[in-house]
């Protein structure tokens, strides 16, 4: 089975657990959690009937980030033809755990099940996340 989808918008990485110096609660920072909530969002509006996968996955994640304001056409169309890079945060493996830990328990059983990974931070026109999850 083949999970695909895009989750458009500005991309945000997984935030560190924060600790409440008055109560000593650790939490997850709502910019986090909210972000979470939107990559489910948009793999429960494509796939309302999903099945949680079961066997090994392979996931493949693409970062797409805008071109920067400013960017000469030269180098614009050096971005989006893939040979300039976005280096810049959120870093590739915040962007990773993001996506992962929002799918947990929702399009696969655990995150354990994950043995190939692909991920690619590139420019775009538009911000966006898309988001391929096979089982294999």
């Not at 695909?4 to 990485?13: A, L, S």
């Not at 509006?45 to 994640?61: D, G, H, T």
């Not at 992962?100 to 399009?107: G, I, Q």
């Amino acid at each position: 089975m083949l999970y695909t989808f895009e989750v458009p918008g500005r991309i945000t990485g997984k935030g560190r657990p924060r600790v409440n110096t008055y109560t000593n609660i650790v939490y997850t920072p709502t910019k986090t959690k909210d972000y979470e909530k939107l990559v489910q969002q948009y793999f429960l509006l494509k796939y309302p009937r999903y099945i949680p996968l079961e066997n090994r996955i392979r996931v493949k994640i693409i970062a797409y980030f805008s071109i920067p304001k400013g960017t000469n056409r030269k180098n614009a169309e050096e971005m989006l033809a893939g040979n300039i890079s976005p280096a810049k945060k959120p870093d590739i493996d915040n962007i990773i755990k993001i996506v992962l830990d929002s799918l947990n328990k929702l399009a696969f059983k655990d995150d354990n099940q994950i043995t190939k990974l692909d991920i690619e931070k590139v420019y775009g026109e538009e911000e966006k996340v898309y988001v391929e999850i096979e089982d294999y």
